[in-house]
């Protein structure tokens, strides 16, 4: 990892000049100017289908589950849940057992019952420090922030550092970051494969690469795509589950291979470039991770948890 000498952490956004070294050791409580105060939550009463459905057009890859009449916090459901559900992990038992084979009485079960019950929170007096360290900690994508009655009065998530450090001028580089071991898949992979990859390992996006390349290292994996744990949470949020449906048994929906869902045209980085430019590409295209390819074959992959690493040590 290269040791940084000088880095200019100040940068002017829409909402004036943002000094990042005070809002990391100075300013106590100070997470309310990061955190989204609007924020879309569901009860437990909601299906599967209707959380996915509401994640989807939101662009959410999480979604706070509260009490209608109090609003307090009852749980979270995340992209990751509904990917345990399709096959991923221990919720998939509802498919198995509860309802076998009938995907459509499944997904129309109450979110309650794949929703994390146990939910790590901030307090709205906390700071952006304080964040940061429970993130990590915890190694969960986003904390939901509670007043002092515990009720839910905003959400912030790693998608929130990068915006923070998107254009900063830094020395720092993607390959002080960056995850050389990269886990990937083919495109034959069936979404109950890919989604059991992702929910095994904690990713949120697996490359996909491919045996018919022309690279100059042939040992070397050439990218061919990229499935995200989004790209399935919208296979299913938009009813394109349903277009696959032969009869309502579910493995006519889990045997559909990524290469219907996964993005074909990857937006990828290079190991040399600088952390301020890579999130300013992410905050513009929306998206949580890119490749580092050299010459289209993979190097690496680098995504927002890396980034709150890196945000960490600044």
Known sequence: MRRKETINLVKSRDRGPLEFESHTSEHEGDIMSIA???????PQSATIKEAAETMVKNKFRRLPITNPGTGQILGIVTSMDILDFLGGGDKYRILEEKYPGNFLGAVNESVKEIMTRKVEVLSH?????????????????????????????GIVSERDFVMLLSGVLTDELVEDYMTEKVISTTPGTRIEGASKIMVRNKLRRIPVVGEDRKTPHPEKDKIMGIVTSTDILEFLGKNSVFDKMVSNNAEDVLNTTITEIMEKTVIATTANTRLGDLCNSMEIEGIGGLPVVHNGELEGIITERDILKAVSKL
């Open 125 to 153: 007096k906390d700071s952006i420090k304080d964040a940061i360290s429970k993130m990590r900690k915890e190694d969960v994508g986003a904390l939901p922030v509670v007043d002092a009655d515990h009720n839910l009065v």
């Open 36 to 42: 989204k105060k609007t924020v879309v939550t569901a």
